[in-house]
């Protein structure tokens, strides 16, 4: 309310140009002593202040948990593989290469 006619609210304590609440009008300013806080500020979640007075602080985003970084793998069968590597040779060509490695040692010491 302008009662003293300058353009202004009379009720504006914080200077956000929303009223304060006066009896039951809803949807004013619920704390006119802070300039952050008025029916159409952004509320960051989880700061347990209720800047946009909606009557609650929004929630923080739940963390994603989507991924499972412990869950089975499996192939192109579907089997399930509880081992994964990320890169690397297969074990079945690096015992192979091992094993015609010691066999050539063999060779060499023979000769």
Not at 35 to 52: F, K, N, R, V
Not at 59 to 70: H, I, K, L, N
């Amino acid at each position: 309310m302008d009662a003293d006619c300058a353009g202004d609210s009379d009720h504006d304590a914080d200077g956000d140009g929303w009223d304060k609440p006066v009896g039951d009008n809803g949807g004013r300013d619920c704390d006119d002593t802070d300039p952050t806080t008025y029916p159409a500020a952004e509320d960051p979640p989880g700061d347990g202040i209720d800047q946009d007075c909606d009557g609650a602080d929004d929630r923080a985003p739940e963390p994603d948990d989507s991924t499972d970084v412990g869950a089975a793998q499996t192939d192109n069968d579907g089997k399930v593989s509880g081992c994964t590597t990320v890169g690397g040779v297969p074990s079945g060509f690096a015992a192979l290469g091992l094993a015609l490695l010691g066999v050539q040692r063999r060779k060499r010491r023979r000769t």
